[in-house]
């Protein structure tokens, strides 16, 4: 069964880091883009960021262009996203997503807030 399951989120400072992981099983990670979205209260989930199959081309939302970058380890299975220069907009509910033609699986989600 294919699991997606998200870690590092927390509170932080205003400038502050994180570094979100997102572990995959139950299905052939290497072959499937990824992708992380964030969902703030009230507001529809957004493309956050996006990484082929192969790593070789990345994808960022204007608003975290030049703070987050999304890197994928296709031997652990894993996608990351380092957070930098952190604001308090960039507080929501952090999912990363799998997709693979119509094939799509999402995580249960981490909670990033940014405050001080």
């Known amino acids: 069964q294919a699991q997606l ?27 499937y883009a990824m992708s992380w979205y964030r969902q703030a209260p009230g507001k529809e989930r957004d493309l956050v960021a996006l990484i082929t199959s192969d790593g070789g081309s990345t994808n960022y939302a204007d608003s975290v262009k030049g703070r987050f970058t999304i890197s994928r380890d296709n031997v652990k299975n894993t996608v990351y996203l380092q957070m930098n220069s952190l604001k308090p907009e960039d507080t929501a509910v952090y999912y990363c997503k799998a997709q693979f033609l119509i094939r799509i699986y999402w995580g249960q989600g981490t909670q990033v807030t940014v405050s001080s």
């Open 5 to 31: 399951v998200e870690s590092g989120g927390g509170l932080v400072q205003p400038g502050g880091s994180l570094r979100l992981s997102c572990a995959a099983s139950g299905f052939t990670f290497r072959n």
